[in-house]
């Protein structure tokens, strides 16, 4: 079975504070996918990034940055310096061997950055 | 530059009453979702389909029945709506398996009285 745990329910910072978005994830399969999703007020769902399980190279993209740490089994999510356009809610989803067509998100973190 | 389409955006029912929400992509996508997005509960998979023809059962499909005619054309039916299918539901594609990017709809918000 699969599982996706996103632990912080709601989050709120000052704009250009900095801020980690949690994710652990349990899956028994050795080949998997992480993702992150952004969910903004307008509630259409858009894909950030994907990591496969072979690779865990973190990744920097702009102001967003997420590190993947298999031995803790975690894929985090760091906005740097946020800015009021990042409030929105955060989905971290897997998709693991055997069943790749099926996607199990967690519950989402709502991010608020106040201005 | 439409992506996934759903129609409607808004609904209300009253307690039995059918409908039927469309879900269609322009992408050439081979595979289409239904979700359920409820407060607390993140995204549930109710079905979904790997190719025209073809569907089968996600986490919550109890309620709901589905169809995939056409490649493009991804419809989620309510047969005797009920109010605990008061949510809203997201439709998604994604153009396969590994790794699975999904594609989302703006969403459909229904509500059942």
């Known amino acids: 079975a699969q599982k996706v745990t996103q632990a912080q329910t709601e989050i709120s910072v000052v704009e250009k504070e900095d801020v980690t978005l949690d994710c652990v994830y349990e899956t028994r399969d050795t080949t998997y996918y992480l993702f992150w999703y952004k969910q903004p007020p307008s509630g259409e769902l858009v894909f950030l990034i994907r990591r496969n399980s072979f690779d865990e190279q973190n990744e920097i993209s702009g102001r967003y940055s997420w590190n993947f740490q298999k031995s803790t089994s975690s894929f985090n999510f760091t906005i740097t310096a946020s800015q009021v356009v990042d409030s929105a809610v955060y989905f971290c989803?897997?998709?693991?061997?055997?069943?790749?067509?099926?996607?199990?998100f967690g519950i989402g973190t709502k991010l608020q950055v106040i201005p | 530059n439409a992506g996934v389409t759903q129609t409607p955006k808004f609904r209300v029912l009253k307690t039995g009453q059918s409908m039927t929400l469309l879900c269609a992509q322009d992408?050439?996508?081979?595979?289409m979702y239904w979700y359920r997005q409820d407060p607390g509960m993140g995204l549930r998979l109710i079905h979904y389909s790997v190719g025209e023809g073809t569907t089968a059962k996600g986490e919550v499909p109890d309620g709901y029945n589905v169809s995939r005619l056409k490649k493009q054309n991804f419809l989620l039916g309510l047969e005797s709506a009920a109010p605990s299918q008061t949510s809203v539901y997201f439709c998604a594609s994604s153009l396969g398996a590994t790794p699975n990017i999904q594609y989302f709809g703006a969403g459909t918000r229904l509500s059942v009285l």
């Open positions: 992408m050439n996508h081979e595979y």
């Open positions: 989803a897997l998709s693991a061997g055997g069943s790749y067509q099926k996607v199990t």
